[in-house]
C-alpha cells in the first residue's frame, strides 16, 4: 500500500489536520519550496502516535517548525512533514529554577515567559527566530550562550510512536548541532535557569536584541546564517575577504548586511539560493582552504 492510501485509511480517525500534495512556501522564511507529499497537524500527543503506529514503512518523515532555518527544495518533499500547533507550545514551570516548554513554542516566547518567573539563562532565546524543537536538534545559540547550557532533559517520540526521555548528560552536544538520532521527534523540553530580578534579566535582553539589530538583516526574506562558524574564524569574514559579497544567482543575493545572510529578493527559485550557496562555498575554499559548513539544513527533491 503507497503513502498516501495508507494514510487515507486513518484519516477519519484523526482529528487533526491531513493535507495532500500541500503548497510548502509558506512553510519556511525563504517563501520557497515545492509541495509536500503530506502535512499532518496533530491536535495531541496520543493522535500522533497513533499517526505513526499507522504510516510503518515510511521513514521519510520531517518536523518543521517555524521554518526559519530551512531551503525547501523546489520540487517539494516526497514524504510526510509534520507541523505541531498551539497544543504542542505549552509553558509551564516546574519549579521556580525548571521551566518545561513543548517543542513548537517560540524560543523568544521562552524568553519572555522566563523573565516573567524572573529565570535568567534564557536571554539569549530572545533573539533566535525558531522553536525550541529546532533550537534542541541544532544546540541554537548566539553570543556565547547556547541550548546545551540550559537543558535538562528532552522528551521525544520515535517513528514507532513510542516515548521516551533523553537526559542532557547523555546528548553530545557540539557547535550547532548534536548526536540526537534524526528520527526522533522532540515532543517538550525541561530547562534549569537561576533566578534573578527582572530588571537584570530585561537589561541582558534589551542588550542582545541591539546587538543583533545592529549585526543582521530584519524583515527579510532569509533563513539566518547560511553556514556555521569554523573555529576560530567567522563565515562572514571569510566570505567577504574571497571576494563574495555581493554576489547573486537570479533573485538570490548575499545581504549588503552580514554576508552570511543569503537572501530571496522576491522571485528566486530554491535552486538559485542552492547554486549560490554552492558558489560562495567553492570561491571560499579556493581562497582559503577553508570548507564552509551549511548552518541552515537544506530538504526536499530538485526538480
Given at each position: ?55 510503518k514503512?515510511?521513514?521519510?518523515i ?9 531551503l ?43 523573565f ?13 527566530p ?18 546545551s547550557?540550559?537543558l ?9 510512536g ?44 534589551n ?20 553556514f ?48 549560490l ?9 579556493s581562497k ?16
Amino acid at each position: 500500500m503507497n503513502l498516501i492510501s495508507q494514510i487515507k485509511k486513518i484519516e477519519n480517525k484523526i482529528s487533526g489536520k491531513i493535507l495532500f500534495n500541500e503548497s510548502l512556501l509558506k512553510y519556511s522564511w525563504f517563501n520557497l519550496g515545492g509541495p509536500a507529499k503530506v502535512v499532518f497537524r496533530p491536535q495531541n500527543l496520543n493522535e500522533l502516535s497513533f499517526f505513526l503506529k499507522n504510516a510503518k514503512g515510511f521513514d521519510k518523515i520531517k518536523v518543521l517548525g517555524l521554518g526559519s532555518n530551512t531551503l525547501i527544495r523546489d520540487g517539494g518533499f516526497n514524504g510526510i512533514i509534520i507541523k505541531f500547533g498551539k497544543s504542542f507550545s505549552h509553558l509551564s514551570l516546574f519549579d521556580e529554577n525548571t521551566l518545561i516548554a513543548g517543542s513548537s513554542a517560540l524560543d523568544k516566547n521562552v524568553s519572555n515567559f522566563a523573565f516573567e518567573h524572573s529565570l535568567s539563562g534564557f536571554e539569549f532565546l530572545s533573539c533566535i527566530p525558531g522553536t525550541i524543537g529546532g533550537a534542541i536538534r541544532m544546540n541554537s545559540g548566539c553570543y556565547g550562550e547556547d541550548i546545551s547550557k540550559i537543558l535538562i532533559s528532552v522528551q521525544a517520540m520515535d517513528l514507532n510512536g513510542k516515548m521516551k526521555v533523553i537526559y542532557s548528560r547523555d546528548i553530545k552536544f557540539s557547535y550547532r548541532g548534536c548526536n540526537l538520532d534524526s528520527n526522533l521527534i522532540f515532543i517538550s523540553a525541561t530547562f534549569r535557569g537561576n533566578k534573578d530580578n527582572k530588571t537584570n534579566i530585561q537589561k541582558k535582553i534589551n542588550n542582545l536584541v541591539e546587538q543583533k539589530k545592529k549585526d543582521q538583516p530584519s524583515k527579510i526574506k532569509t533563513c539566518g546564517s547560511t553556514f556555521k562558524n569554523p573555529e576560530n574564524n567567522k563565515a562572514w569574514k571569510l566570505i567577504k575577504d574571497s571576494g563574495c559579497a555581493g554576489m547573486q544567482v537570479g533573485d538570490a543575493h548575499i545581504s549588503k548586511k552580514h554576508c552570511n545572510f543569503f537572501i530571496n529578493r522576491g522571485n528566486a527559485k530554491s535552486e538559485d539560493l542552492e547554486n549560490l550557496i554552492h558558489q560562495v562555498k567553492s570561491k571560499v575554499l579556493s581562497k582559503t582552504g577553508i570548507n564552509l559548513e551549511l548552518e541552515l539544513q537544506i530538504i526536499g527533491e530538485k526538480l
